[in-house]
């Protein structure tokens, strides 16, 4: 949409998800294509925080706007930590407003503040949007991911 028709950037706060916030996660992670519902959401969060992981939120007043999951894991083949994305969803009418931006650079910050070296992310190949979005937050593609689900 060319700048002088989109809406104007909103002021977004980005914050620790909270069990009171399940309704709105529910939504956004639904809106990626995962199903979620409300009552689910506590005891997800609940995991995420037992790991240290994060769950992020970015809010305009009442209204969540995106939501970013971040993991931290130690691999062989680095000195540091890696952090990863597990997680990106704008809503529907924030995107194309500097939300998703803003959520990655929240992810940037919270990696260097874990000692992480690295950030990386995965998305699945029929997310052209998504790639060229990461790529315009100078997040370069790197490879493949491959992936199975176990029983």
Same mark, same amino acid.
């Given at each position: ?8 950037? @909103? *002021?977004?706060?980005?914050?620790? *998800? ?25 005891? @997800? ?11 992020? #939120?970015? !809010? ?9 999951? #971040?993991?931290?894991?130690? !691999?062989?083949?680095? @000195?540091?930590?890696? =952090? ?9 009418? =924030? ?11 929240? =992810?940037? *910050? ?5 000692? +992480?070296?690295?950030?990386? !992310? ?5 997310? *052209? ?7 315009? +937050? ?5 490879? @493949? ?7």
């Amino acid at each position: 949409m060319p700048a002088e028709t989109r809406p104007p950037r @909103r *002021a977004v706060e980005i914050r620790r *998800a909270r069990p009171d916030d399940a309704d709105a996660i529910a939504e956004l992670i639904t809106q990626l294509g995962y199903p979620t519902t409300a009552p689910e959401v506590p005891e @997800r969060l609940a995991a995420l925080d037992a790991e240290s992981d994060a769950l992020l #939120l970015a !809010v305009d007043g009442e209204s969540a706007l995106g939501l970013m999951g #971040l993991h931290r894991h130690r !691999v062989a083949h680095r @000195r540091g930590p890696v =952090a990863y994305i597990t997680l990106m969803v704008i809503a529907s009418g =924030a995107r194309g407003n500097g939300v998703g931006r803003r959520l990655v650079e929240a =992810a940037e *910050a919270w990696a260097r503040d874990r000692g +992480c070296e690295r950030l990386t !992310v995965t998305s699945h190949e029929d997310r *052209a949007g998504a790639h060229a979005f990461y790529q315009r +937050c100078g997040i370069p593609y790197t490879g @493949r991911r491959f992936s199975k689900t176990l029983d």
